[in-house]
């Protein structure tokens, strides 16, 4: 941001009185004059309040509603049965699985969380060409999710790219059907879309380095501190704040971004091998046509996802306030 | 602004630091960039030319798979189709958003905190868990199949998040502004229109590319209002591409770079409002 301003001063800021905050002056003024015509400015929240309660609130509600009931046939009056969609899915296998698979995918969070980190870092060192490799490793996140699982149904096929340069550099025994295989397929489903939200880690690590303070990196380099001394001891704890943030949004992610891979990649399989609850959840609903199921499951699927942020929230404010203290 | 800097020796240092670091980020933007250079080279080559020369540039480059992708997969429908859509949408978002925001902070109507508590909170509802009641309540309003029902859908999802950086950014214009143009004898619509709207277009713009890449480039909202019908979009389509035509990757391969093409550009022309936008909420 530009500190100078231009010498003549627009007659408007002079008037601008200075000392009240404006927090307080805006409240003020609501009080005192805008009372009657406030009432007016209700039809200004119309349209808003119009699409998030249709298209938000009351399929919440009816989502609670709907999730106590067995509903099967289309237009069919339903069959009540409390908690029993809940109960039924300790013992259900797919559902059992697909939350275990997000489990393992949640496994792979710190890879998730310093890859970024680590180029961001790189691309903050400001070396000849940092502003292309900023837009370049950027560019990924613009591509759909659903094209880049397209592009990369090729790339990880049986006699695509990755094979052949595999097989090129003497690895040809590790060549695979990386999609079609139970113990690789869930792995290059997780590698895909590391590949597509990684540039979004970069850009959101370089707004964080870009508020860092300079002189203690300087600092630490007078004090003879190498590259991972540096990068894991100081910038690391210094940017708690967006490591936390952005281990949220990938855990976020990774429960309920993946639809769109999935759907291009694998669609779940093979068998359950890929199977995540958000995919679970639209084949429950509208391919088996279990709609109270379905939607039991969504329901589960948003409490687990905001308890595991809640507990990554606090374990880092945890370990920051223990940090601290030491 | 590097993090070594000092005596000539460091520098000296410091200058072979710098191109292996130049090195690694090579590397990892070859990764990057691979798979689109292999899709787009893909799209230009014959299929006979695919088989024999997967990895090559394309020695006789042709245009056919083109002209056949907007043949046979439509692809002039879908762009049409997801156009509509987008721009719909982003139009919807902004303009309630903005509304909203006006009244929520300039306004100041009763029940204020309540509202932007209602429409910044159902950020929170993740789609997963009312996917079905949200198909189920659009089948009773005679939405699903139909494009509005789209537009609609799409300035619903957009509405939190641009009315939360809305409200942010409308925190910022003084309040002697409208306070001068209300004594002028300027009514509540005429202040937004002539004063607010005027003043927002930096926020607007920001909001209109974050808007227009997600809603272009999602597919499990469309999927659900429009299903595989005539009015699908493009993300719809590509996702049908591989079941149809999976032999023929060139083929597919010229959809898809169609399909990349108007998010591309998007962020080559907005690229610092794009990026201000996305990392919102990472630092403060």
């Not at chain 1, 969609?85 to 496994?107: K, S, T, W």
């Not at chain 1, 399989?269 to 084949?283: K, S």
């Not at chain 2, 306070?179 to 713009?205: M, Q, T, Y």
Request: aromatic letters at 12%.
């Amino acid at each position: 941001m530009a500190v100078a301003r231009p010498p003549p001063s627009p007659p408007r800021i002079e008037v601008r009185p200075a000392t009240r905050s404006p927090r307080l002056n805006l409240l003020r003024t609501g009080r005192r004059t805008d009372d009657q015509r406030s009432w007016w400015g209700l039809l200004y929240l119309l349209p808003a309040l119009g699409l998030v309660l249709p298209f938000k609130f009351v399929p919440l509600v009816s989502g609670f509603v709907d999730s106590l009931w067995h509903l099967v046939d289309v237009g069919g009056a339903g069959q009540f049965v409390g908690f029993g969609n809940y109960a039924r899915m300790v013992g259900d296998p797919e559902v059992v699985a697909a939350f275990a698979n997000v489990g393992r995918v949640v496994l792979t969070l710190p890879v998730w969380v310093v890859s970024p980190l680590l180029v961001a870092f790189l691309i903050h060192q400001r070396t000849p060409g940092w502003r292309l490799f900023r837009a370049v490793y950027f560019l990924p996140y613009m591509i759909a999710p659903v094209i880049v699982g397209s592009i990369f149904r090729e790339i990880l096929g049986t006699s695509g790219p990755l094979n052949i340069l595999l097989r090129s550099v003497g690895l040809g025994w590790f060549a695979q059907a990386w999609l079609g295989g139970i113990n690789t397929a869930l792995l290059a489903v997780v590698g895909v879309s590391l590949w597509s939200f990684f540039g979004l880690g970069v850009i959101t690590y370089l707004a964080g380095l870009a508020s860092l303070d300079e002189s203690v990196l300087e600092a630490a380099a007078l004090d003879g501190a190498g590259f991972w001394r540096t990068l894991l001891s100081i910038v690391l704890p210094m940017l708690r704040p967006v490591v936390s943030y952005w281990a949220v949004l990938c855990l976020g992610g990774m429960f309920i971004w993946m639809f769109p891979l999935l759907f291009s990649l694998t669609q779940g399989g093979p068998g359950y091998a890929t199977m995540l609850p958000e995919y679970l959840v639209y084949l429950t609903a509208f391919q088996f046509n279990d709609r109270g199921y379905a939607t039991a499951i969504g329901i589960v699927l948003f409490a687990v996802v905001s308890l595991a942020s809640f507990w990554i929230v606090r374990e880092m404010y945890a370990s920051s306030v223990a940090r601290e203290r030491a | 602004m590097t993090v070594f800097t000092g005596t000539q020796l460091q520098s000296l240092g410091r200058l072979g630091r710098s191109w292996s670091v130049t090195a690694v980020l090579l590397v990892g933007a070859s990764i990057a960039t691979y798979p689109l250079i292999y899709t787009v080279m893909a799209a230009f080559k014959t299929r006979s030319e695919f088989a024999s020369n997967r990895l090559g540039l394309p020695l006789h480059p042709t245009l056919a798979n083109f002209g056949q992708a907007f043949e046979r997969l439509d692809i002039s429908r879908l762009l049409l189709n997801s156009f509509v859509a987008s721009i719909g949408g982003v139009v919807v978002t902004l303009v309630a958003s903005l509304l909203a925001a006006y009244a929520i902070i300039k306004l100041r109507v009763p029940l204020r905190r309540f509202a932007f508590f209602l429409i910044v909170g159902s950020l929170l509802v993740p789609f997963q868990s009312i996917m079905y009641p949200l198909y189920d309540t659009m089948l009773a309003m005679g939405l699903i199949g139909q494009r509005i029902g789209l537009i609609l859908a799409f300035g619903a999802f957009g509405l939190p998040f641009s009315t939360f950086l809305l409200a942010a950014y409308l925190g910022g214009i003084p309040d002697e502004l409208l306070e001068a143009a209300r004594l002028d004898g300027a009514n509540s619509f005429n202040i937004l229109v002539r004063i607010i709207l005027p003043l927002s277009i930096p926020a607007i713009a920001s909001l209109t590319i974050l808007n227009f890449v997600w809603m272009w480039n999602d597919l499990l909202l469309p999927l659900l209002v429009m299903g595989g019908g005539d009015g699908k979009t493009l993300m719809v389509g590509v996702a049908n591409f591989r079941g149809q035509y999976d032999v023929n990757i060139p083929l597919i391969s010229a959809g898809i770079s169609v399909a990349i093409v108007p998010a591309v550009i998007v962020y080559l022309l907005g690229q610092r409002q794009l990026i201000k936008g996305v990392v919102t909420g990472a630092v403060r």
